[in-house]
């Protein structure tokens, strides 16, 4: 083994520091981090066999790590992804990546975010009609409401279809996603499933099979149809009005989907596997990500009266008294203080808590050489909740982000909910954008009177509460 001089736990021969998962419940992996950092510090290792992985909270480190033009392969931590994104923009690495990044970011241009505002209205306003009987005031678990509704936003933002998940629960493309989490998610609770070759004999790895299958059928499918509309549609020399295509639901709207369709590697098209992997990649980032932040928004402001009703006042001064009038780009561009609160509620429930690259080549952390081939962890949640990062760091305070300090500004590595550098989120304009619209809503009909103890924090690739988000609203009249 290479020596590197980063505090740890003492490792013994072969194993490492193996034996200290052994027994760990992996509903507790947050707890588990914090009891090493508070013992290592902000730079610690653990050996896995003889693979070195790093945990870092330390800002100055992530920074090197995260600005790095080539530090940019991701660590292992993903390998329970790809046999449904396979290599897509979240997974890909070099070259590969480069080139999807580049013909992918033109697709959240403000023009194309435009014309999803309407996708968000209308959702949201489904949303708040499903949210309708149980505002009585008594203890509500929101968070399956709201996974309908990210759902049905970012399929008919990416791929132009909707599938009505919250009016048809019975669809089947939404019943493969929610069983494909559990499965993905059952890999963290069953330990011994972590390793390929076990997994692999299990009749979990079946399930997983049938399911994605199921949601490349559907996927592939809606592409072919794209597909020829479009030829057809080009072939009539006709750009397209909003027309809909009563078959599969689809509105000519511009959809991510039609991007790629449309856009050329090295001057040839895309296929139609390249464009599925970044159609089902798009479905997953950008559903589960906005789930947890639309929601743990709500836990905050139902917790917290007086930043509720500042919000609340800051949307009735930009649109009224009607809950129902409809909402510009330019009315959510204008929600400062919500947009100070969002912020604040991200820097606490980071949707993405912790996030890990692969080492290509030996890095230099201040005079610390750190080997090629070691995984290297950095915590968000953890930097974010650090004291001497932020400090009171357990307090809700939207005014962090105020604008004349705001902390992106100030520290663009410390506060990092959608990372930093060129692997950062693609999609956080847009994330941005639907969690006013969403948060917005609900605040607009109705007021949030009573929240449920803190969830139990889970890390199941993304921030989950264990058994829910429980809020109690009453309509506002
Ligand atoms: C609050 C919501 C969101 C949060 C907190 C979030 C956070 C993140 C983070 C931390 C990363 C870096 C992951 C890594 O290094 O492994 C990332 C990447 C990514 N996100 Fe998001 N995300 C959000 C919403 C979205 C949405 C709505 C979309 C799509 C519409 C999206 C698409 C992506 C993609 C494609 C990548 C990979 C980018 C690349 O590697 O080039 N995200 N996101």
Known sequence: KKSVTVAGPKPVPVLGNVLMYVGQNPYDIIDFVSNLKNKYGNLFRVWIGNRLALFCTNVKYNEIVLSSQKLLRKSELYKFLVPWLGDGLLLSTGQKWFAKRKILTPAFHFKILDQFIEVFHKQSTVLVERL?????????????YVTLAALDIICETAMGTSINAQTDTESEYVKAI?????????????????????????????????????????????????????MARAAEGNPGEDEENADIGTKR??????????????????????????????????HD???????FTLLLLARHPEVQERVHQE????????????????NLQDMKYLEMVIKESLRLYPPVPIIARRFTENVDLGGKIVPEGSNFNIGIMHMHRDPSVFPDPERFD???????????LTSPYAYVPFSAGPRNCIGQKFAMLELKSTVSKVIRHFKLTSAGPEPKLTMQLTLKPKDGLFIGFVPRV
């Open 132 to 144: 309708r009987p149980e505002a009585t005031g008594t203890l509500v678990n929101i968070y399956p």
């Open 178 to 230: 929610t069983e494909l989490s559990l499965v993905l998610t059952g890999r963290f609770v069953k330990v011994w499933q972590r390793v390929d070759f076990l997994f692999n004999l299990s009749a979990d790895r079946k399930r997983q099979d049938k399911i994605i299958r199921v949601l490349h059928a559907f996927t592939t499918k809606i592409i072919q149809s794209r597909r020829q509309e479009l």
């Open 253 to 286: 709207r511009m959809a991510f989907l039609d991007v790629l369709l449309q856009a050329t590697i090295d001057g040839r098209p895309l296929t139609d596997k390249e464009i599925q992997e970044e159609v089902d990649t798009f479905m997953f980032e950008g």
């Open 289 to 295: 990500t906005t789930t947890i932040a639309i929601s």
């Open 315 to 330: 949307l009735v001064d930009i649109l009224g008294n009607d809950p129902r009038a409809p909402v510009s780009h330019r």
């Open 398 to 408: 939207p005014e962090r982000f105020a604008p004349d300090r705001t902390m992106e």
